[in-house]
């Protein structure tokens, strides 16, 4: 895809043609590409692939080539070419390619942050950048600099050699931890690593719904969790989600109960029941809703992509 001209974006080049170099190594083609590293994933589509609904773990997802949008909550972010979306929290989301061709293919690459090797790298740096404003979104989009492009040409080529992989994976971790923390969006970042900021307390509100998602939890318990008011809670949830507690909560259960049917066979009523909905109607609607067609078909739909796309 031809970019303008500006000199203060890193060319796209040399990593994207190591991650096509990969890919081919692979046998080619389109997909979800996986690697030996935890949570380091390729991607390549030649037309634009339905929306996913998933959810994301705190990641950096970086566009080689072509454009991506997402949908969190109410919130769509735009991305596109050595761009790169930064998701400090776990979220649930729908993203999907924008344009892509055989000509002209969606590329990227997606590397999930972990927070504690975050947390250890800024705990040793001698001048950690202040965190910004409590509130802002856990999910925003920046450009890739020339350092943190580097680092991930570091993945890309410890992806092509797994033995190395195993032995230098956590020490690139530290360095995409490092980058991304003395970056032009380490104000940002270093609220997930900090002890006691309001999305480190959001943090285990989330923690407490994913462990009891096929329940009801009052908006109260989930405040006690984040130490904070139930009216601050909610407020600094849905600043930060684009979501409220029970909408967050709805769409752990709708893609637990997907899971249920594409992995473990349940029907439509048993995953109804197993993710806490007393009525499999009402759960056809809402997961209609939220994934564009009915359950059933969803499951069909969503086995063939997974068919097309797992290498």
């Given at each position: 895809m031809a970019q303008k001209s500006d000199p203060a974006r890193v060319s796209p080049?040399?990593?994207?043609?190591?991650?096509?170099?990969?890919?081919?190594?692979?046998?080619?083609?389109?997909?979800?590409?996986?690697?030996?590293?935890?949570?380091?994933?390729?991607?390549?589509?030649?037309?634009?692939?339905?929306?996913?609904?998933?959810?994301?773990?705190?990641?950096?997802?970086?566009?080689?080539?072509?454009?991506?949008?997402?949908?969190?909550?109410?919130?769509?972010?735009?991305?596109?070419?050595?761009e790169c979306l930064i998701v400090s929290l776990e979220l649930p989301a729908k993203g999907w390619m924008v344009g892509a061709t055989h000509e002209d293919p969606f590329t990227g690459i997606n590397i999930e942050i972990d927070v504690s090797v975050l947390r250890e790298v800024l705990q040793q740096l001698p001048a950690p950048q202040r965190p910004g404003p409590l509130s802002d979104s856990c999910a925003f989009v920046g450009q890739v600099d020339a350092p943190l492009a580097d680092c991930m040409m570091r993945f890309v080529r410890l992806a092509q050699a797994p033995d190395a992989a195993a032995m230098l994976y956590p020490s690139a971790m530290r360095e995409l931890c490092y980058w991304l923390l003395t970056g032009p969006y380490g104000h940002k970042i270093a609220k997930l690593a900090l002890p006691e900021t309001h999305t480190e307390r959001i943090a285990r509100a989330i923690c407490l719904l994913r462990e009891n998602f096929n329940r009801t939890l009052r908006v109260e318990e989930l405040a006690e969790a984040a130490r904070m008011s139930a009216s601050s809670f909610h407020h600094h949830f849905k600043a930060m989600t684009s979501m409220t507690p029970v909408q967050y909560q709805k769409q752990l259960r709708l893609l637990e109960a997907r899971r249920l049917m594409v992995s473990e066979a349940a029907n439509v009523s048993e995953a109804a029941y197993q993710v806490g909905y007393e009525s499999a109607s009402q759960f056809s609607r809402e997961y209609s809703r939220a994934f564009g067609s009915a359950p059933k078909r969803d499951v069909m739909n969503y086995?063939?992509?997974?068919?097309?796309?797992?290498r």
């Open positions: 080049a040399p990593l994207l043609a190591a991650v096509e170099d990969f890919i081919e190594s692979r046998g080619g083609g389109q997909g979800h590409f996986s690697t030996t590293m935890d949570g380091v994933h390729i991607m390549r589509a030649f037309q634009e692939v339905m929306p996913i609904r998933r959810m994301y773990k705190p990641s950096l997802c970086v566009v080689l080539n072509g454009a991506k949008e997402i949908l969190f909550g109410d919130t769509t972010l735009h991305y596109g070419v050595m086995k063939a992509l997974m068919a097309v796309g797992q």
